[in-house]
T-cell receptor
Framework: GGIITQTPKFLIGQEGQKLTLKCQQN?????MYWYRQDSGKGLRLIYY???????QKGDLSEGYDASREKKSSFSLTVTSAQKNEMAVFLC????????????FGHGTKLSVL | QQKVQQSPESLIVPEGGMASLNCTSS?????YFWWYRQHSGKSPKMLM?????GEKEEGRFTVHLNKASLHTSLHIRDSQPSDSALYLC??????????????FGIGTLLSVKP
C-alpha cells in the first residue's frame, strides 16, 4: 500500500499572505489533484496534474498556483489569502487520469486571520 | 447550477435499519458514478463505483444506476454506527478532447443511532 502525506496539517495565515501547501505520494501514481472542501459545498477541484510536468486548471483555480515538481510531489500556493477564509485542502492521486479511484491525503486545514 | 444533486442532505437511521441515499446528474455527459465515504475528521475513501445500468452489491452496500434518468442510489442495509459518515457522489463527466472530470456532490450526512 501507499500513503499520501500533506504538510502542514494546520496552516494559519494573514490576509494577503502567500501560502504554500505540499503533498507527497508514494503510490507511484501518474495523476495528482488538489481539492478544496468547504462546509456545504462538497469538494471542488482547484488544479490537477495528469503526469509529471503537466498542469491543468480545475473549476476553482483563480487565486491559486500549483507546481508538480516531480512525479511524487504536487504543491499548491494560495497567492493571496482572503480574510476569514477557512477551508480544508485535500490532495489526492490516482493511477492515471482515466482511473477515478482517488486516494486522498488527510488534508491541510487553512485559517486566515 | 449544481451539476450533481444529492439527497437527502442529512439522514438519521436506527442501527440495523436501511439507509437510502440518492444522487442525480443534470448533465448528460456522464458515463460513470463513484461513491466516496468520509468519516468525520478523515479523508474521503472510495466506496463503490458503477457504470452499467442495474445494481451492484458489495456486502451490506448496494448501488443502483439508471442511466436514462442519470440517477444513482446507494443503499446500506443493517446499518451500523460505524457507517455514520458523509457520503459523496461523484459522477464522471466526459468532455471529449477536454478529458474526463469528476465532480463531487455536496454529500449526504448519515448518522446511525444505536
Amino acid at each position: 500500500g501507499g500513503i499520501i502525506t500533506q504538510t502542514p496539517k494546520f496552516l494559519i495565515g494573514q490576509e494577503g499572505q502567500k501560502l504554500t501547501l505540499k503533498c507527497q505520494q508514494n503510490f507511484n501514481h501518474d495523476t495528482m489533484y488538489w481539492y478544496r472542501q468547504d462546509s456545504g459545498k462538497g469538494l471542488r477541484l482547484i488544479y490537477y496534474s495528469i503526469t509529471e510536468n503537466d498542469l491543468q486548471k480545475g473549476d476553482l483555480s483563480e487565486g491559486y498556483d500549483a507546481s508538480r515538481e516531480k512525479k511524487s510531489s504536487f504543491s499548491l500556493t494560495v497567492t493571496s489569502a482572503q480574510k476569514n477564509e477557512m477551508a480544508v485542502f485535500l490532495c489526492a492521486s490516482s493511477i492515471s487520469i482515466s482511473n477515478e479511484r482517488l486516494f486522498f491525503g488527510h488534508g491541510t486545514k487553512l485559517s486566515v486571520l | 447550477q449544481q451539476k450533481v444533486q444529492q439527497s437527502p442532505e442529512s439522514l438519521i437511521v436506527p442501527e440495523g435499519g436501511m439507509a437510502s441515499l440518492n444522487c442525480t446528474s443534470s448533465d448528460r455527459n456522464v458515463d460513470y458514478f463513484w461513491w466516496y465515504r468520509q468519516h468525520s475528521g478523515k479523508s474521503p475513501k472510495m466506496l463503490m463505483s458503477i457504470f452499467s445500468n442495474g445494481e451492484k452489491e458489495e456486502g451490506r452496500f448496494t448501488v443502483h444506476l439508471n442511466k436514462a434518468s442519470l440517477h444513482t442510489s446507494l443503499h446500506i442495509r443493517d446499518s451500523q454506527p460505524s457507517d455514520s459518515a458523509l457520503y459523496l457522489c461523484a459522477p464522471r463527466f466526459k468532455y471529449g478532447s477536454s478529458g474526463n472530470k469528476l465532480i463531487f456532490g455536496i454529500g449526504t450526512l448519515l448518522s446511525v443511532k444505536p
